[in-house]
């Protein structure tokens, strides 16, 4: 089997496509697990803490 520039540009997009799909989906998963939720909220609300002024 001969490989050649075409062959590995194509396999190369059409794996990172689903390399790319896949870590989407794991990040959507991540963010909107219920488990999550009390950190998200913690998080939001320390940003606007007011003892943390310069």
């Known amino acids: 089997m001969d490989i050649d520039h075409a062959t590995v540009v194509a396999f190369s997009k059409?794996?990172?496509?689903?390399?790319l799909i896949a870590l989407s989906i794991g990040v959507l998963i991540y963010t909107f697990r219920p488990s999550n939720k009390k950190r998200f909220d913690r998080a939001k609300k320390t940003i606007l803490d007011k003892e943390d002024r310069p």
């Open 14 to 19: 059409s794996w990172g496509l689903f390399y």
